[in-house]
């Protein structure tokens, strides 16, 4: 007779719903308790403006264009975009770039699709020496309302399926510019990440007639603090089950909403509190600034109805691993197995809720 999988013990694996795949944990690796702040980095103090950067209100772009004096957000096109709006880009032979239905012969193993597409960026704040954790509830809901601006202004260009909002924080992430800022990529494409997750919600739904997204999130506030970092009315803040990175968290929305432009005002605002209240607790990890990729996804706006394989979220996948300066690296195993991790979610989910909602750099400040 086996014994019981114990979680917090046993190497074992996990299974990630959303996009069909899996990843090993190795909870044996971690038997210590958490210590807090382990290193400190050095703060970098930024100027609030920087002459030489191209985010900064007034400054010159790459390609001559000068920047408004902005006030809250501003979006112009990227001047080095990774897809375009042309039509006419040469592309393979039509026969040979189409995927072969037919069960008789070989698919084609040189496929390839012309893609369409617009990039913009937005700049979140004027000030060049702020993140998003640093930023008002009232700034981060401008950052909002902007992303949804520019939804709305996208699905009404013909090509465009899918819209990417993301934001890459950090030289650790390959930023390059502190400025804080993301973008935003529209493609005539559904990309490979949400295809994935509209596929598996959609058999979800189709077998159980739920929403997978509805279902998972019922399920973790049933179980009260487990992987539950933080919650308002209208969002709750985890650390999925599945979670690769150390302390990658999932924001999803209470109702059963599919796009950004579906929140009304209370929700807004709602989610304003939430972004700021998980970064802020993300810098006071290590007290330093945290890097990360995020992104949301929502339904695509290809035309197709998707009221049930998509339900809006958002992902923060951050590097760090033990301190400000250590990251975790995809590599080996990970590389050419499968991802592994060492911590387990629940033991990350624990340690940012312990973590306070008031930015480290704020404490000093308010505690006089
Ligand atoms: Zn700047
Ligand atoms: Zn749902
Ligand atoms: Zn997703």
Redesign the pocket.
């Known amino acids: 007779m086996s014994l019981p999988l114990d979680l917090t013990s046993h190497p074992h694996r996990r299974f990630n719903p959303l996009t069909n795949s899996w990843v090993l944990c190795s909870p044996h690796r971690t038997k210590r308790p958490w210590q807090g702040q382990l290193e400190v980095s050095p703060t970098i103090n930024l100027p609030e403006y920087d002459p030489k950067c191209y985010l900064c209100p007034g400054n010159t772009r790459a390609q001559g264009e000068k920047n408004p004096m902005y006030k809250e957000t501003f979006v112009f096109g990227n001047d080095f975009a990774a897809v375009k709006v042309e039509t006419d880009i040469g592309r393979m032979n039509e026969a040979e770039g189409e995927a072969n239905d037919e069960a008789d012969e070989a698919p084609s193993l040189f496929l390839a699709h012309r893609v369409q597409g617009v990039c913009q960026v937005i700049c979140y704040s004027p000030s060049h020496n702020l993140t998003v954790a640093e930023l008002s509830t009232t700034s981060i809901l401008s950052i909002i309302t902007t992303w949804i601006a520019e939804t709305l202004s996208a699905q009404s260009l013909p090509f465009v399926k899918y819209i990417q909002i993301f934001e890459n924080k950090g030289s650790m992430m390959g930023c390059s510019n502190p400025h804080p800022h993301g973008q935003i990529w529209c493609t005539s494409v559904i990309p490979e990440e949400p295809a994935k997750e509209l596929d598996s919600m959609k058999r979800y739904h189709d077998k159980c007639n739920?929403?997978?997204?509805?279902?998972y999130?019922r399920m973790e506030l049933g179980k009260k603090l487990e992987r539950i970092v933080c919650e308002n009315a209208s969002f709750v803040c985890l650390v999925p089950f599945w979670a690769i990175w150390p302390y990658e968290t999932m924001i999803i929305?209470k109702?059963?909403?599919?796009s950004l432009v579906d929140l009304n005002q209370e929700e807004k605002i709602a989610l304003a509190d939430i972004i700021g209240k998980i970064t802020r607790k993300y810098d006071n990890v290590f007290e330093s600034s945290f890097p990360y990729s995020m992104g949301i996804h929502q339904a695509p706006v290809d035309g197709e109805e998707h009221v049930?394989d998509?339900?809006l979220h958002i992902h923060f996948y951050p590097p760090l691993l033990r301190n400000p300066t250590v990251k975790k690296f995809l590599v080996g195993f990970e590389m050419l197995g499968e991802p592994q991790r060492d911590l387990t979610p629940e033991q990350a989910a624990s340690r940012l809720q312990q973590c306070s909602e008031t930015h480290y750099k704020m404490k000093s400040t308010s505690s006089q």
């Open positions: 739920k929403c997978l997204l509805c279902e999130t929305s109702r059963h909403i599919t049930w998509s339900h």
